[in-house]
């Protein structure tokens, strides 16, 4: 039954070789992490170092070939399309996960398990065709250019909603069952079961969730790059045009040179600085205790 | 009565998501199967992609996908089971490791993008190519590949480990034919998890495998995926719209099929070493 050796009973030579090689393995993959970071610092070393960081914050806007480096614009744009995209799926997301978990049972809810795997598992560069060639063409005909701010928010808000309805359903998964009982004994109605139990009980859970969708929302590329009109400005309208920071280094890493190069290594050092702290939040809330109400 | 208001929001919130869905879904079957076709999959794109086919391109989609699964597959397996069977719970170089593969998951995909391109690209001096493109993505599925593994392999019941003992079976003979048959659902679940990842991926490759379009002789040429092709035909080539919608259906097939068979895949090597 066990073909592999010749004999058993004694440790041969790979069994102790095995375990440095594996160790080697990890700590090599841990060690990436700090190749990673070691690479966007010394690429972005140029425009950061001697307190040039400073000029993102205080330049005037983003005109890279002339030297000026403020991400402003676009760091706000980043933002004002990730609490768009937010107002839109937290209460969506929230709304399905309550659904999935109080309402679906049977049929229903293993359809809509299967759609919001689909919806989780669609690529971003898909999700931004359908915003380019459905909703932008549909917006410019209401208010143009079509391309904006809106648009984003609208395509983000779909690309986000499975990360809230699937974390936020776990964590109203994760309720305990006598509490719920409980509720239903003191003849609560649904809605109060839900509102005024699950919910307090699962906050820290949907918390968490919310903040992970967040991280997402500014790591995002493809679909701010497709649908957001891309031009360097603060955001001042829900149906003007803006960039933000991942959308800009896509767009101009294929010609960035010196400077202009290293600055987009620091605007993505600063994108990986906010959404990883973002996640350790996460992490942090999701890990608080449950009080229970 | 407000009851029962609470449940309509429900109802009609849960329904315009699943609406919207639907009609992004319909939209893309309505437009891609048109032009969707055996020609379509296996001829060359002409004319910057509007006409002709997307062959090239799947071969590249392939081989990058390649390249990253057989770099990733098999460190991230060998570094799940170092961290779930060689280290003690709470020590310390294990915890650095799960510490820096939880970070590494949380980057930004554009982010790796950068990283690829500078440390890849220009640093190891393989240009813009397959094995760029590929390697890059390795490192993005990594974590979440090792991670989902990890929680396979130790959750696999002591029992096993101490029937492996009580054969005299080697430590390294107990991963290969107990442990890792044993873990392979979660391993395919990783591996899912992976296939999504890196078959959706368009911003990491941009700078790292690039945009050539022609069929790919070695893994040193660069060659563009289907997501970037679909980009490509959305953003930068005007009345692309036929072909982007068609090659966008590839994709949710290409990532469909690849799923089944790391389902698969999972379920015979389980059979094949345990039931024997």
Redesign the interface.
């Known amino acids: 039954?066990?073909l592999?050796?010749r004999n058993?009973?004694f440790?041969?030579g790979?069994?102790r070789q095995?375990?440095p090689?594996?160790?080697a393995?990890?700590?090599a993959?841990?060690a990436?992490?700090?190749?990673?970071v070691t690479?966007?610092l010394?690429?972005a070393w140029p425009v950061v170092a001697n307190g040039r960081w400073r000029d993102f914050f205080t330049d005037e806007s983003w005109y890279p070939l002339e030297g000026q480096f403020g991400l402003l614009p676009m760091l706000w744009g980043s933002i004002a399309i990730m609490v768009g995209a937010m107002i839109l799926a937290a209460?969506?997301?929230l709304?399905?996960a309550?659904?999935a978990s109080f309402?679906a049972s049977g049929f229903v809810l293993r359809v809509?398990q299967m759609?919001m795997a689909?919806?989780a598992?669609?690529?971003?560069?898909?999700?931004?065709?359908?915003g380019?060639?459905?909703l932008v063409p549909l917006l410019a005909a209401w208010q143009p250019p079509g391309a904006s701010l809106l648009a984003a928010m609208l395509v983000l808000s779909?690309m986000i909603?499975p990360t809230v309805?699937l974390a936020s359903a776990s964590a109203l998964a994760s309720v305990p069952k006598p509490l719920m009982a409980g509720a239903a004994a003191l003849g609560m109605?649904?809605?109060s079961q839900?509102?005024k139990v699950a919910i307090p009980v699962a906050r820290h859970g949907i918390w968490s969730a919310m903040l992970l969708a967040v991280?997402r929302a500014?790591?995002?590329?493809?679909v701010v790059?497709?649908v957001a009109g891309n031009v360097v400005q603060y955001p001042h309208g829900l149906f003007e045009p803006v960039r933000a920071l991942?959308a800009n280094?896509?767009l101009e890493?294929?010609y960035a040179m010196e400077d202009h190069r290293a600055g987009?290594?620091a605007s993505?050092l600063m994108?990986?600085s906010i959404?990883?702290l973002l996640?350790w939040l996460a992490?942090m809330t999701a890990k608080r205790e449950l009080h229970h109400v | 009565m407000?009851?029962r208001l609470?449940?309509a929001?429900?109802?009609f919130?849960?329904a315009?998501?699943?609406g919207?869905?639907?009609?992004?879904?319909g939209?893309?079957a309505y437009?891609g199967l048109a032009h969707l076709s055996f020609d379509f999959l296996f001829s060359e794109p002409e004319n910057a992609g509007r006409d002709g086919g997307i062959g090239p391109i799947l071969v590249s989609t392939l081989m990058i996908l390649g390249v990253t699964f057989l770099t990733a597959l098999p460190?991230g397996v060998?570094?799940a089971?170092?961290?779930a069977e060689?280290t003690r719970r709470g020590s310390i170089?294990g915890n650095?490791?799960r510490l820096?593969?939880?970070?590494?998951?949380?980057?930004?995909?554009?982010?790796?993008?950068?990283?690829g391109?500078?440390?890849f690209c220009l640093?190891l001096g393989m240009g813009f190519s397959i094995l760029s493109g590929g390697l890059t993505l390795a490192?993005m599925i990594?974590p979440v590949l090792?991670r989902t593994c990890e929680a396979g392999v130790s959750s696999v019941s002591d029992a096993w480990r101490h029937g492996a003992q009580a054969?005299?079976?080697?430590?390294?003979?107990a991963?290969?034919?107990i442990l890792l048959p044993a873990a392979s659902p979660a391993i395919a679940a990783g591996l899912i998890l992976g296939i999504?990842r890196a078959?959706?991926?368009?911003?990491a490759l941009?700078?790292t495998s690039g945009y050539v379009d022609r069929m790919p002789e070695s893994l040193m040429d660069s060659g563009r995926t289907l997501?970037v092709h679909?980009?490509d035909l959305?953003?930068n080539v005007t009345g692309g719209?036929a072909t982007?919608?068609a090659s966008?259906l590839v994709?949710?097939a290409l990532?469909l099929i690849l799923t089944m068979l790391a389902q698969s895949f999972s379920g015979r090597w389980l059979q094949g070493r345990l039931n024997?």
């Open positions: 039954m066990i592999s050796k058993t009973l440790r041969w790979a069994d095995l375990q090689l594996l160790a393995l990890a700590l993959t841990a990436m992490l700090l190749l990673i690479f966007l010394l690429e209460p969506l997301g709304a399905a309550i659904f309402y809509y759609l689909l919806l598992g669609m690529p971003s560069v898909v999700l931004g065709l359908w380019l060639m459905v779909l909603l309805a109605c649904r809605k839900i509102m991280a500014l790591g995002e590329t493809m790059l497709m991942t280094i896509a890493m294929g987009l290594f993505g994108l990986t959404v990883l996640a992490g | 407000s009851d609470f449940e929001i429900i109802y919130c849960t315009t998501v699943v919207l869905l639907l009609w992004i879904i939209d893309l437009q460190v060998a570094v089971v170092w961290l060689f170089a650095w490791v820096s593969l939880d970070v590494m998951a949380g980057v930004p995909s554009i982010v790796y993008g950068l990283f391109n500078a440390f640093y490192l990594l090792i054969l005299g079976m080697s430590r390294s003979s991963i290969w034919h999504g078959s959706a991926e368009t911003a941009i700078f997501s679909i980009y959305s953003m719209d982007a919608h966008a994709l949710l990532i024997v």
